[in-house]
């Protein structure tokens, strides 16, 4: 799932970058290319074996390093959900995802009902900023193939997370 960023999402990408003083090194460049240009929410071990291939001398720490630089000044978001390596996306605008049990996947989900959800105000002082829902089952691709390994959990039974 790979398409190349706009020119100008890129712009607005460098731009975030410098406001906070970072330099868009040959590095930062490459892999801020390659997250922008994906949609399949890759693992930093999915960036780091695609930007390998354009500059085969970038370690993997230099890798690890630039995604958590970019998500610190905004410019990426880290994505979890349980049992899962963490992924990585540039779309910042909110956003829902649904989660195939079988094969991980991570599908984008616009849906403006879930965008005006009533925040909780929790009793433990917790500052609630942004939220994101995850949804699991089974991906169309998953489901074609015939491969359900799992039962499909009981309603209101069913796990909704949160990113990091």
Not at 11 to 20: D, F, G, N, Y
Not at 23 to 29: D, I, W, Y
Not at 73 to 93: F, N
Not at 115 to 124: I, T
Request: net charge positive.
């Amino acid at each position: 799932m790979r398409a190349r960023p706009t020119e100008t999402d890129f712009q607005r990408q460098a731009e975030i970058c410098r406001s906070h003083a970072l330099s868009l090194t040959v590095q930062r460049r490459s892999v801020l290319e390659e997250l922008a240009g994906r949609s399949d929410h890759p693992t930093a071990d999915d960036v780091f074996e695609a930007v390998r291939r354009r500059l085969p001398e970038i370690s993997r720490t230099t890798v690890y390093r630039v995604l958590e630089t970019l998500v610190r000044v905004g410019v990426a978001r880290r994505v979890c959900h349980p049992g899962s390596a963490a992924r990585y996306e540039t779309r910042m605008r909110r956003h829902h995802h649904l989660v195939c049990l079988q094969c991980e996947a991570m599908i984008d989900l616009d849906d403006p009902s879930l965008d005006g959800l009533p925040l909780p105000n929790p009793s433990s002082g917790f500052r609630i900023e942004d939220y994101s829902i995850q949804f699991r089952g089974i991906c169309p691709e998953c489901i074609k193939r015939g491969s359900v390994r799992r039962k499909s959990p009981k309603p209101g039974k069913a796990a909704a997370g949160g990113e990091a």
